[in-house]
């Protein structure tokens, strides 16, 4: 199999880079190449005391590696695949706290109790108050433009509101603090941009001031048990429960995996069909149910995730030592032409459409995935009932992160 012709220094979890641009012309060459390829890092610029990772950029093993936890664990160095250069090793052990970071059995107990919070009975639940809310989010969008030139940030203004909403109904945290949350959950995930001049250390004391908000929380619906998911989780008797400080870790991972992921998905989603007209003509006239799928293909919001090798092993016949770090990249097995046909198009009916948006399967599977597809198609519904004319107004600035695809903003005009 030939080398691949990589830019000296090529490294998909290089901030700068995921800045500008996705890989994808490198990702192809990988795939076709050395589909599990090793990427040299100078030691500790991650965060991780090694000199390097192994980056699997094909469908198929994108999807061995994460279901089979008991070959690539989560826990040993985190799901997260790049940290800030200054971060502790201790910080990084403290994350294991958050599901995303557990492997079985302790993610299997902790994800059968915050379960009960995503049957289809609960999402169902939400989506007359959502569809609600959506479209409220939208026709506020559309007042504040007509009281200004007619543009606005389609980020701030749109994608952001409906998951922070569901979020707060979903586990009942009131709605006059959802703009916490947001300010939060960007704290955490944003150090990586210096537009934010956020440290290493402003992230973590986000970090636990969302915690000990949830904390508090948890021990209030104890106290006093409301008709919420809160109480379901922390305050059930005889079926297992999350103790305060689980239940505070948990939020954490809904404030990233259920915010961040479905704003980004939004409005890379408002990107495509603004880019792709043809396809926001078929939505509008069409609404095909296949359009939040694609919808996440196209974004895949986490580029990357990571697992280790728990014993030597083989992946698509490449030899992995006990102790490697493994990068999975989604954004690679999402455009893979062995799964996708034509995979750099943006087609709303593409079915079937098996992508990895919500991670390869196995335990990681995203719990969420049936509230965040329901979000996309109401937003999307309102969109096209409310601003059916949106035209782009400037390219979207990205967000400088390690392993997120994020758009900070994205100015869109009103038609009228």
């Not at 199999?1 to 192809?28: K, N, V, W, Y």
């Not at 007359?128 to 389609?154: H, K, P, Q, W, Y």
């Not at 996440?296 to 092993?313: E, G, L, N």
Request: with cysteine.
């Amino acid at each position: 199999m030939p080398c691949p012709h990589l830019p000296e220094g090529f490294d998909a979890t290089d901030p700068d880079l995921l800045q500008s641009r996705i890989p994808f012309p490198e990702f192809a060459q990988l795939r076709q190449t050395a589909p599990v390829w090793w990427c040299p890092q100078p030691r500790g610029i991650t965060g991780f005391d090694d000199e390097g990772y192994w980056a699997v950029t094909r469908h198929a093993d994108v999807k061995y590696v994460s279901t089979h936890p008991e070959l690539f664990s989560s826990t040993e160095n985190t799901a997260v695949i790049r940290f800030n250069e200054h971060i502790s090793r201790d910080q990084i052990e403290v994350q294991k706290l958050i599901m995303l970071n557990m492997d079985p059995p302790e993610h299997t107990r902790v994800r059968q109790i915050v379960q009960r919070g995503f049957t289809p009975r609960a999402i169902r639940s939400l989506e007359t108050a959502l569809r609600e809310r959506a479209r409220a989010i939208v026709e506020e969008a559309r007042r504040n433009a007509a009281a200004g030139d007619g543009s606005f940030d389609f980020v701030t203004q749109v994608a952001v509101e409906l998951p922070l909403q569901a979020i707060a109904e979903l586990i009942g945290v009131p709605q006059e603090d959802r703009s916490r949350i947001f300010e939060w959950s960007n704290k955490m995930i944003a150090y990586d941009d210096p537009e934010y001049a956020i440290t290493e250390e402003i992230g973590a004391e986000a970090a636990m001031e969302l915690i000990g908000y949830s904390m508090n929380l948890a021990a209030a619906r104890k106290e006093c048990p409301a008709k919420d998911i809160v109480s379901q989780l922390v305050a059930a008797e005889g079926q297992g429960n999350l103790s305060s400080d689980e239940f505070g870790f948990f939020v954490l991972l809904l404030a990233v995996a259920g915010n961040e992921t479905t704003r980004n998905a939004i409005s890379h989603g408002m990107h495509a069909f603004l880019t792709h007209p043809d396809q926001w003509e078929l939505f509008k006239r069409d609404r095909p149910a296949t359009a939040a799928e694609e919808i996440v293909r196209w974004a895949t919001p986490v580029v990357s995730f990571q697992r280790t090798a728990t014993q030597d092993t083989e992946i698509g016949g490449q030899k992995i030592r006990r102790g490697d770090r493994v990068g999975i990249f989604y954004s690679s097995a999402n455009n893979d032409p062995e799964v996708f046909e034509s995979p750099e198009t943006f087609d709303i009916t593409r079915d079937p459409n098996p992508h990895l948006g919500f991670g390869g399967g196995g335990p990681h599977f995203c719990l969420g995935k049936s509230l965040a597809i329901n979000e996309i198609e109401l937003i999307f519904n309102a969109l096209a009932d409310e601003l059916p004319d949106l035209t782009l107004v400037s390219e979207p600035r990205r967000l400088r992160a390690a392993w997120l695809n994020g758009i900070k903003e994205l100015r869109v005009r009103t038609g009228s």
